[in-house]
């Protein structure tokens, strides 16, 4: 957490064994959801919003056999964790960036500096920096002034 840093209550942190999320200086992070198996990166000044899910891993296999298998071990787990061996992938929260409500960032995206989410949008490619993303898949619709 960098200086200046908040996570409101009601933010998650699922982080694995090798997972790493960072707290730029100022950033603020209002009840998110955030899991995380490589790294999370939320640079200075960026705000992110209610409800955001940031996962740089789906945790969950897409093979109907693998999954059923995957299931039938979480009861046996101490932790009880749903984890598949799936690759994560870093997601990176640019300076100054704002992420909107109900937002969902999927494994391996950045949101450039500067940058709006709007709300209710999935992120599965870059938003670049100074732009104006939003829809599900999230498109940007605006540049903006640096
Ligand atoms: C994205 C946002 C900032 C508006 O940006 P804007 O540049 O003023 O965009 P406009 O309202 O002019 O809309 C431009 C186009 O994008 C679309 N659009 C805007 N926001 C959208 C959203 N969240 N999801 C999908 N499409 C959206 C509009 O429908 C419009 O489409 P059209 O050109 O086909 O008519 C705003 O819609 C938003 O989502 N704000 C987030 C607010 C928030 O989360 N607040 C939490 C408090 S921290």
Do not use: K
């Amino acid at each position: 957490m960098g200086r200046g840093a908040s996570a409101y209550f009601g933010t998650m942190f699922d982080v694995g064994s090798q997972g790493r999320v960072t707290l730029g200086e100022y950033a603020l992070v209002h009840g998110a959801r955030i899991i995380c198996d490589s790294t999370i990166e939320i640079h200075d000044y960026a705000l992110i919003s209610w409800n955001v899910l940031l996962m740089d891993n789906y945790r969950v296999p897409r093979d109907p056999d693998a999954r059923r298998h995957l299931l039938e071990r979480v009861p046996v787990l101490s932790d009880r964790r749903l984890d598949g061996n799936t690759e994560p992938a870093p997601i990176v929260i640019g300076r100054n960036a704002w992420v909107g409500f109900d937002v969902c960032v999927l494994p391996g995206v950045s949101v450039g500096e500067g940058s709006i989410v709007g709300a209710r949008s999935v992120v599965i490619e870059e938003v670049p920096p100074f732009t104006v993303g939003a829809g599900n898949p999230a498109r940007v619709i605006r540049t903006l002034q640096r």
